[in-house]
Antibody
Framework: EVRLVESGGGLVQPGRSLRLSCGAS????????MHWVRQAPGKGLEWVAG????????GYVDSVKGRFTISRDNTKNSLYLQMNSLRVEDTALYYC??????????????WGQGILVTVSS | DIQMTQSPSSLSASIGDRIIITCQAN??????LNWYQQRPGKAPKVLIY???ELETGVPSRFSASGSGTDFTFTISSLQPEDFATYYC???????????FGGGTKVET
């Protein structure tokens, strides 16, 4: 059974940093690209960042470029999102997501349950 | 930049109804489009990938078609568990990017 478990969320002040982690199991982690997708309260889905199996193909939504960094550790079956210079508008439920493909982005076949990040003073 | 316009943003329907949702891109995106269902309080679930391919285990009442700029998603006969929000999603690898449509809430 595929499992994706996010951790590291919480309440943080604007301008501060937070690091999200995602532990994966039930599939061969280093065969798949991975992503972070967020959903602000009552809003739609927004892709945040993606990373290929080997970390060589990385993409970000424009609004987080230069502030967020996606990474992975295939030895630990883990995905990360380092979030710096957080803004109120980054408040959202953040999902860890598995891609169906390894190097390219294709479709998202498994999702975690999400972790809440609240940016507020 | 590619923009995805999904419509309608919401619709009212009854059990047994045929539901059609559209997704339009502002430039040719070939068949690089997926459809997801999100039930309240749950994570999204993929239903259709590559514009028209039904994901394994998804009921056949769900279907989709289209290519280029215009895409449609259909539920042939709405079931109680289908009341949810549906999203289209475009993906590209040059550059690597993913864009979701705004969503369509199907409600009673």
């Amino acid at each position: 059974e595929v499992r994706l478990v996010e951790s590291g969320g919480g309440l943080v002040q604007p301008g501060r940093s937070l690091r999200l982690s995602c532990g994966a199991s039930g599939f061969v982690f280093d065969n798949h690209a991975m992503h972070w997708v967020r959903q602000a309260p009552g809003k739609g889905l927004e892709w945040v960042a993606g990373i290929s199996w080997n970390g060589r193909k990385i993409g970000y939504v424009d609004s987080v470029k230069g502030r967020f960094t996606i990474s992975r550790d295939n030895t630990k079956n883990s995905l990360y999102l380092q979030m710096n210079s957080l803004r109120v508008e980054d408040t959202a439920l953040y999902y860890c997501v598995k891609d169906s493909d390894g190097y390219n982005y294709q479709y998202f076949d498994y999702w975690g349950q999400g972790i809440l990040v609240t940016v507020s003073s | 930049d590619i923009q995805m316009t999904q419509s309608p943003s919401s619709l009212s329907a009854s059990i047994g109804d045929r539901i059609i949702i559209t997704c339009q891109a502002n430039q040719d995106i070939s068949h690089y489009l997926n459809w997801y269902q999100q039930r309240p309080g749950k994570a999204p679930k993929v239903l259709i990938y590559d514009a028209s391919e039904l994901e394994t285990g998804v009921p056949s009442r769900f279907s989709a078609s289209g290519s280029g700029t215009d895409f449609t998603f259909t539920i042939s006969s709405l079931q109680p568990e289908d009341f949810a929000t549906y999203y289209c999603q475009h993906y590209t690898n040059l550059p690597p990017r993913v864009i979701f449509g705004g969503g369509t809430k199907v409600e009673t």
